[in-house]
């Protein structure tokens, strides 16, 4: 069965701080991979997504991620947070008609 | 456009009871799925839906059963309610898996079994 992993589970950071969450999938095919994002209370959002092309992508409020197919990694990265980027973000893979989810990150912005 | 909308929102069941979630999404999707979120597991696949009058068994579908009569709509039924299924229900719908691939999430639901 496919996987996908985050072994970053709770990350405090303070604003201004550079962010980059892990996320690492096994499957050896085409993948179409995601990033989500879920507010508290709130429903999951999408943050970036990859299809083909530009391994560098960029997402909503400044975030990006970039895959790595020699490392089956698909990073996602912002360079300066804010408290409102508080959340629980999840990593997500496409191999077929399932999506398959990380376990999530939740992320806290000290002010 | 209201998206994906799930229903109810809140539910507190009894041991051994039964119910029904609906999900509607007004997108013209193909795709529709059914998750359940649980602390530290992450977002679990319970069934899908690839089309009207199809479904088909995620990751833990034991206990639930689904139906896809309506293209706009995917309800998922709890026969007999346990403890277990204490968790919040997130429906999603995609165009296909093909073209944006892209998840559509509802509000979520969330059910308590006592």
């Known amino acids: 069965a496919q996987s996908v992993s985050q072994h970053n589970h709770h990350v405090i950071l303070s604003e201004a701080a550079s962010l980059e969450l892990g996320c690492n999938y096994s499957?050896?095919?085409?993948?179409?991979l995601f990033w989500y994002v879920q507010y508290p209370g709130q429903h999951l959002q999408l943050l970036l997504k990859?299809?083909?092309?530009?391994?560098l992508v960029k997402g909503i409020k400044g975030f990006e991620a970039e895959l790595i197919k020699s490392k089956f990694s698909f990073n996602l990265r912002k360079p300066s947070v804010q408290w409102s980027d508080t959340a629980e973000y999840f990593c997500?893979?496409?191999?077929?008609?399932?999506?398959?989810f990380g376990t999530g990150t939740s992320l806290t912005v000290i002010p | 456009n209201a998206g994906v909308t799930q229903t109810p929102k809140f539910r507190v069941l009894k041991t051994g009871q039964s119910m029904t979630l609906l999900c509607a999404q007004d997108?013209?999707?193909?795709?529709m799925y059914w998750y359940r979120q649980d602390p530290g597991m992450g977002l679990r696949l319970i069934h899908y839906?690839?089309?009207?009058?199809?479904?088909a068994k995620g990751e833990v579908p034991d206990g639930y059963n689904v139906s896809r009569l309506k293209k706009q709509n995917f309800l998922l039924g709890l026969e007999s309610a346990a403890p277990s299924q204490t968790s919040v229900y997130f429906c999603?719908?995609?165009?296909?898996?093909?073209?944006?691939?892209?998840?559509?999430f509802g509000e979520g639901s969330r059910l308590t079994v006592l």
């Open positions: 997500a893979v496409n191999t077929g008609n399932q999506f398959y």
């Open positions: 990859y299809f083909s092309g530009d391994p």
């Open positions: 839906s690839v089309g009207e009058g199809t479904t």
């Open positions: 999603a719908s995609s165009y296909s898996r093909t073209n944006t691939g892209e998840l559509f």
């Open positions: 499957y050896g095919g085409t993948v179409n």
């Open positions: 997108m013209n999707h193909e795709y």
